[in-house]
Each structure stands twice: as C-alpha cells, then as structure tokens.
C-alpha cells in the first residue's frame, strides 16, 4: 500500500515568508499528525486531525501557524510569517485511531524548511 | 506529563558488536512503547512495539521489553550491522494522550 506523501521535501525561505507543506496520509487512516522535528531532537506534537475535526492542537503556535484537514483527507501546514526558529522538518504521520495499543503511526519522509 | 528518556549519543560501535541504547519512561496510566528508526533521509519507520508489561518487541534482529517495575524499554542488537546506522528514537502512547511522546533520540554510527 503506498504511504504517507508529503511535499515539498525541501523548502528555502526568508523569514517574514510564508510556506505551506502537503500531506496526503494512507488511505482509510482516520487520524492525521504534524509533528516538527527540530535538528537533534525528537519530533514534538503540532497538531491532531481525527477525520477532519482538530483532536489537539495545544502546541501549534497559533499566531503564526495553521493546519486544516479538508474532507477529511489531504491536510495542509502554514506558516505566516516564518521565523528562523521555524527552521526544521515537519512530518505527516497517520494513524487508524488514536491512542493505546493502535496507535502505530506512519511517517511521511518530511519537508526540510530553511528559514534565512 | 507522559516522557520518554533516552540515553544520549552518539553512539559508535564496530560491526558485529552488542547495542544497547537505554529508555526509561514516565507515564501515568499504562502506555503502549515503540521504537521507531530514522535512515538518513527519511522518514520515522516503526521498527518494534510493546503494549503492555513483560511484552518483548522484536524486529530485525532488535529487541525490547516492557519493563513496568524499572520503567524501561531498552532496544538491544546482538550483532549489529553497517546498515543499522541510523537515529533510534524511544516513544510512548498511551489513552490519557492523543500523540506519541517521543525521546530525543540516539544517533548510532557502526564501522565496519
């Protein structure tokens, strides 16, 4: 079965820019993450879709950043205006359900942003 | 909060050697563990699972048991390989979360 796609790999901006990343998650998988993933860390939590409706989004920097999941499918990451701290790669997992012992998730291979 | 700790990298060894990469856990309810890899390059692949106490997860050669009375879930390889270099990282999920708490992860580097 094909897995989780995600675009751009790459990504080069100045900040103040805005960007956007894609996530197409597996097909029949209800539950959609991102996660940012700064250099030398683990991935941290932005942001939970269960089918289209937001689980969690506690650690998304509301000012700046934005995520929808329309149709309960495809989801898209914003960022307006970008910060270099924002310098890092942002995965797309998904998931069947969430929590316990289902909750293995898929990762996409990630968009790797530069913030100049 | 539910976290995950991981011993810290990098880590070098030779082919054909022992690893051991250790992760302790801290976790309110009974969460399920997970060892996920990263190849250079790529994305986070779920290399074993556990999903409750004295469970061992194995795969490719990797190994891990839930440890409930140390709060480990340390990942072992009796003989590694070049090809296993990658980044290990520890995590845990569990009803009281809805995402995956992740460590910070372990570089291992293996020469041959």
């Known amino acids: 079965e094909a897995g989780v796609a995600q675009s751009p790999r790459y990504k080069i901006i100045e900040k103040r820019q805005s960007v956007a990343f894609w996530c197409n998650p597996i097909?029949?998988?209800?539950?959609l993450y991102w996660y940012q993933q700064i250099l030398g860390q683990g991935p941290k939590l932005l942001i939970q879709?269960?089918?289209?409706?937001?689980?969690?989004d506690s650690q998304l920097p509301k000012d700046r950043f934005s995520a929808e999941r329309l149709k309960g499918v495809d989801s898209t990451l914003k960022i307006q205006p970008a910060k270099l701290e924002d310098s890092a790669v942002y995965l797309c997992?998904?998931?069947?359900?969430?929590?316990?012992?289902?909750?293995?998730?898929?990762f996409g291979p990630g968009t790797r942003l530069t913030v100049l | 909060g539910d976290s995950v700790t991981q011993m810290e990298g990098p880590v070098t060894l030779s082919e054909e050697a022992f690893l051991t990469i250790n992760c302790t856990y801290t976790?309110?309810?009974?969460?399920?563990l997970f060892w996920y890899v990263q190849y250079p390059g790529e994305g986070l692949q779920l290399l074993l699972k556990a999903t409750k106490a004295d469970d061992k997860g194995s795969n490719k050669g990797f190994e891990a048991t839930y440890r409930k009375e140390t709060t480990s879930f340390h990942l072992e390889k009796g003989s590694v390989q070049v090809s296993d270099s990658a980044v290990y990282f520890c995590a845990l999920s569990s009803y009281n979360n809805n995402d995956m708490r992740f460590g910070a992860g372990t570089r291992l580097t293996v020469k041959p």
């Open positions: 879709f269960q089918n289209n409706g937001v689980v969690d």
């Open positions: 997992a998904s998931s069947l359900r969430q929590g316990g012992s289902y909750n293995e998730q898929f």
């Open positions: 097909s029949g998988h209800a539950t």
């Open positions: 976790a309110t309810g009974y969460p399920s």
